[in-house]
């Protein structure tokens, strides 16, 4: 699985904090610690967590803190100590045995950092920087040195070199005052001041120590620090929304951003701090509020807090990272590159998609953005359940998804937006073969889909545009064969630029031109769905992914049929009346969508039962292989075991609609389907 989520027991509310240890504290069990808060005062729960985070952690100590406000936490490196900030002002330190509480700041404590296993530092909104050391007789803190600020000191980090180890502080005054300022802990003098006169609001340093990565009004800025601890370059990363934690991977070759209502992003610090990978994340109630996010032992392991638990995903193949060499060279994409997130497809889903590629050599994208977007009756799969949303972050969510394995499988594509306002432009996005600078053209793709749609929705006139530029193509590809085109339109209202007729009239001078249309919804609105197969959808929100045929040899795929899919969840409901014994998952979903219904079978899941005839070819699509026989009236007890063990070898994922694991086939429902009789 590329998600975990693990519930966590006597907790007293949603995790708000936690922490975990840099190395382990005896074998290979790291410290972890979780801060909840409650009715029966806040609670903090220390574990034991093996590296590989396979199960979940153990738990060991509990401590309450009846009427505590906790504002940060840290973990010693060799998780041994654990250090607990209060609104108070008072700091605990706390061995998962005993505890002392030390009146650190005259007001809040606002951040601390474990600079070694007996010292560290807490800041505070009484403009301090503290630095403490532990008392080896009994364990009680107390105060070395006291570094004074120009305002509330709100976050801090360490850079640790051969020759020095610095204590970087971010302070802020009101909302125009503050900086960044550095410190030797050696001798507790002043080394400089890198940013000046900007609010701070977090700091956090890289592994390496060669790099800071920091939250200022206007964004995150990664910057990159001298030998001499200047600041040599400055980096901005386009995020949306506030940041609310970031962190850096422990082989420095990542940073994740969790910022916005429910977003994480991942970048690279090493190349200015491109955009790798976005998802987003259903936290409820005050879990929504998370200020922590913590790395396991290997930088494989993101661990975020959730509501009765934590989540951990594994980022290697939730994202596609690639975690095995400092410096990659970039590979020859393709679809066997082990690197590509497989979206849990099994062998025969992977062909299908792997097929669909040689198929359809060019596609479009025509995104609408327009005010439309905003209104709800959208779905998303989140933690293994469907959570509705709006229509545009269900589109973008989709089209992220396209845009990601058009790049690994080197497809070529381009994406355009229907309006040019609210920082949106018109100007087509390339992806796949077809971008001069593939990490540009994500970035550019996330930042538009990170804005706000407004305006209208001139979809008439972009089919007339399209149409134009499909007639210039099969000019230019003439004598060519095998070669097919795809247009995906996204939209969410009925056209401004025309009524019913001008759309059909649009649309219809796409099918003489050998346009097959397939009608992806990404709404649950009856009134939005209508039936499958009409000509068109009666308003609101819908998707066309519209396929040219262009001089091909598929002669299979021809003429003007209509396929129509819904969002996951009510796809999955549409599918499951027609065929009770198919787990609709959200892979299979995904392989209908990308693979452009190319396949009959899957295109028409959702109207109609498969006919008996075609179940064998089916079963192939999803399992694949060869190992299901042709149906005969001599054979079916051997096409039914056959069918069983495809179904055993293949792994269970999860079933959003079950909301368990659970396998592909119900063998005893398909055989009561198919052939009247049960196991």
């Not at 996005?429 to 209208?456: F, H, K, M, V």
Request: glycine share 8%; with cysteine; net charge negative.
């Amino acid at each position: 699985m590329d998600l975990r989520h693990f519930h966590l027991r006597d907790l007293n509310g949603p995790v708000s904090h936690l922490a975990m240890s840099t190395r382990p504290s005896n074998d290979e069990n790291y410290a972890f610690v979780t801060v909840s808060e409650g009715n029966q005062g806040t609670m903090v729960m220390f574990y034991q967590w093996k590296s590989c985070l396979s199960r979940a952690p153990e738990h060991i100590h509990q401590l309450t803190l009846q009427g505590a406000v906790v504002t940060c936490l840290a973990v010693s490196p060799d998780g041994r100590t654990i250090l607990i900030g209060q609104r108070d002002g008072t700091t605990t330190v706390w061995d998962g045995v005993e505890h002392n509480d030390c009146p650190t700041h005259n007001g809040e404590v606002l951040s601390l950092l474990a600079v070694d296993d007996e010292r560290f530092v807490s800041g505070g909104t009484d403009n301090t920087a503290k630095v403490w050391a532990r008392n080896p007789t009994n364990g009680s803190p107390h105060n070395v040195h006291t570094f004074e600020h120009g305002g509330q000191v709100g976050s801090l980090a360490i850079i640790r070199r051969a020759e020095a180890s610095i204590l970087v502080t971010g302070w802020s005054r009101g909302i125009t005052g503050g900086g960044i300022s550095l410190f030797s802990l050696d001798d507790y003098e002043h080394v400089s001041d890198v940013i000046q006169d900007a609010p701070v609001r977090s700091v956090i340093a890289s592994p390496n120590s060669n790099q800071l990565a920091v939250v200022l009004p206007d964004g995150l800025r990664l910057l990159n620090m001298t030998q001499n601890f200047s600041l040599e370059e400055n980096h901005q990363l386009y995020v949306a929304g506030a940041v609310r934690s970031l962190q850096y991977a422990p082989d420095g070759r990542h940073i994740v951003v969790r910022h916005g209502e429910d977003s994480i992003s991942i970048h690279n610090p090493l190349n200015a701090g491109e955009w790798i990978y976005t998802w987003h994340i259903q936290v409820p109630n005050a879990a929504n509020e998370m200020r922590s996010i913590a790395f396991g032992k290997s930088s494989q392991w993101l661990v975020t807090p959730a509501l009765q638990g934590v989540r951990v995903f594994d980022l290697q193949h939730w994202c596609g990272l690639d975690l095995e060499e400092p410096t990659p060279p970039e590979p020859e994409p393709s679809f066997e590159d082990p690197s590509l997130p497989d979206y849990e497809f099994t062998t025969g889903l992977r062909e299908v998609v792997e097929q669909s590629a040689s198929i359809f050599s060019y596609r479009y994208y025509l995104v609408d953005n327009s005010k439309a977007m905003l209104e709800g009756g959208g779905v998303v799969v989140s933690n293994g359940q469907f959570c509705p949303v709006s229509r545009w972050r269900d589109l973008s969510e989709t089209l992220r998804k396209h845009a990601a394995l058009l790049n690994k499988m080197n497809l070529p594509a381009e994406i355009r937006f229907v309006n040019a306002s609210a920082g949106f432009d018109t100007t087509a996005i390339q992806i796949g073969n077809r971008a001069a600078n593939r990490q540009e053209s994500i970035q550019r793709l996330d930042r538009c889909l990170s804005g706000t749609p407004t305006g209208r929705n001139l979809l008439v006139t972009w089919l007339g545009q399209i149409a134009d530029d499909v007639e210039e193509r099969v000019g230019q590809n003439q004598g060519e064969s095998g070669v097919f085109t795809g247009l995906v339109i996204l939209t969410g209202d009925k056209p401004a630029d025309g009524g019913r007729n001008e759309l059909e009239d649009a649309v219809r001078t796409l099918e003489q031109k050998g346009v097959t249309i397939v009608i992806r919804l990404c709404t649950n609105d009856s009134k939005v769905q209508g039936g499958s197969g009409q000509w068109l959808v009666t308003s609101m929100l819908y998707v066309l992914l519209i396929f040219v045929l262009l001089k091909g040899f598929y002669r299979s795929i021809r003429g003007s049929s209509i396929h129509t899919l819904s969002n996951d969840q009510d796809e999955a409901r549409r599918v499951t009346r027609h065929h009770p014994w198919l787990s609709y998952k959200s892979s299979l979903h995904f392989a209908r969508e990308f693979s452009l219904c190319y396949n009959p079978l899957l295109a028409k899941l959702g109207t109609a039962m498969i006919p008996k005839e075609d179940l064998c070819d089916f079963l192939l699509c999803v399992f694949g292989g060869d190992g299901i026989p042709l149906l005969s009236d001599d054979n079916q007890d051997e096409y039914i075991r056959s069918i069983e063990t495809a179904n055993t070898n293949a792994q269970e994922v999860f079933d959003p609609l079950q909301g368990r694991e659970s396998p592909w086939i119900d063998v005893g429902k398909l055989r009561k389907k198919y052939f009247g009789w049960l196991a």
